[in-house]
């Protein structure tokens, strides 16, 4: 188990995304902002994923797509599916923090084909998402 006390590194990011992943851990915090792209995906995201699955056999993340989320694009999503896809088996829980309705309703209907233990939060909640994924 992870201790929440521990200082998060912050991995830096692109401008739509903040990656924040805990010393020594397996946990990578992702902060969506603005549009997200296939560019996104490819040059930020991925790379920290992966190299969160080198050194360790599981992931968990926590994915916030709060007020200043905007949206993703077609290719993006098709670039998530393929990352889930690949790591289907890596991935040990998710938490996913937003009040987008079309996000909570694609979770609420299609969450049993996300890889791993996956919960849905309000942004008002985003602490209590924190504990969960660090459980």
Same mark, same amino acid.
């Given at each position: 188990?992870?201790?929440?006390?521990?200082?998060?590194?912050?991995?830096?990011?692109?401008?739509?995304?903040?990656?924040?992943?805990?010393?020594?851990?397996? *946990?990578?915090?992702? +902060?969506?902002? !603005?549009?997200?792209?296939?560019?996104?995906? @490819?040059?930020?995201? $991925?790379?920290?994923?992966?190299?969160?699955?080198?050194?360790?056999?599981?992931?968990?993340?926590?994915?916030?797509?709060?007020?200043?989320?905007?949206?993703?694009?077609?290719?993006? *999503?098709?670039?998530? +599916?393929?990352? !889930?896809?690949?790591?289907?088996?890596?991935? @040990?829980?998710?938490? $996913?923090?937003?009040?987008?309705?079309?996000?909570?309703?694609?979770?609420?209907?299609?969450?049993?084909?996300?890889?791993?233990?996956?919960?849905?939060?309000?942004?008002?909640?985003?602490?209590?998402?924190?504990?969960?994924?660090?459980?």
């Amino acid at each position: 188990m992870i201790g929440s006390a521990l200082q998060p590194i912050a991995l830096g990011g692109k401008d739509m995304f903040d990656l924040t992943q805990h010393p020594n851990s397996n *946990i990578l915090y992702i +902060t969506a902002k !603005g549009k997200i792209t296939d560019d996104d995906y @490819e040059d930020v995201l $991925i790379p920290a994923m992966e190299a969160t699955l080198r050194e360790f056999e599981k992931i968990r993340l926590l994915i916030h797509m709060g007020e200043a989320y905007d949206g993703i694009e077609g290719e993006a *999503i098709w670039n998530d +599916t393929k990352v !889930g896809m690949k790591h289907f088996t890596h991935f @040990e829980k998710t938490a $996913i923090v937003s009040d987008v309705t079309w996000i909570r309703r694609s979770i609420k209907v299609f969450g049993f084909l996300v890889p791993g233990e996956v919960k849905l939060f309000a942004n008002a909640d985003l602490a209590q998402a924190k504990s969960w994924v660090v459980e």
